[in-house]
């Protein structure tokens, strides 16, 4: 994926433990994609396979999204750290990773399950346990996971007043 250079250079992010720690720290995702020259954006929530560099997450199997990626798997997606508005400075604190892929759908029971464990690692509290015990193979047959195999990955951060 091509990168994109920052006008701003000193806004760059460029330590992947940075991202990481964004990326751990936050639930939600919003995904743009695009549909027939129609663009389309869908915030969800995630786990995310360091080890391969995916990230996961559900939708139904049918529905505007899942039309969306199945006909153009191609997205961009955005994790976005709101650290406030900074009084005084007329200007807000953030940090962003952005990163581009695409997106495949699991279709196995197994990987479906894996991708589960790690979405589930990510929301949870508490990690004691079977977290999966709700979610049987009649459930899991019924629910579509993406899988978006990162291609790209860039960071941003503004900290006013520092």
Known sequence: MDEY??????????ARSEMLDIIRDQKYMTLAMCHENKPYLATVNYG???????FYFHCA????????????????????????????????????????????FLSTLDGKRGALKHMLGHLENDIKGD???????????KIAIGMIKV???????NSPGK
């Open 5 to 14: 250079h920052l006008r701003r250079q000193e806004k760059a992010m460029t």
């Open 48 to 54: 995310y396979d360091e080890k391969h560099d995916v």
């Open 61 to 104: 199997a049918a529905g505007r999204k899942y039309d969306c990626l199945k006909s153009n798997p191609v997205v961009w997606g955005q994790i976005f750290q709101d650290d406030g508005y900074v009084q005084g400075e007329c200007d807000h604190a953030y940090k962003t990773v952005q990163f581009g892929g695409r997106v495949e």
């Open 131 to 141: 977290r999966l015990k709700k979610v049987n193979d009649s459930r899991l047959k």
């Open 151 to 157: 291609e790209g990955m860039s960071g941003k951060r």
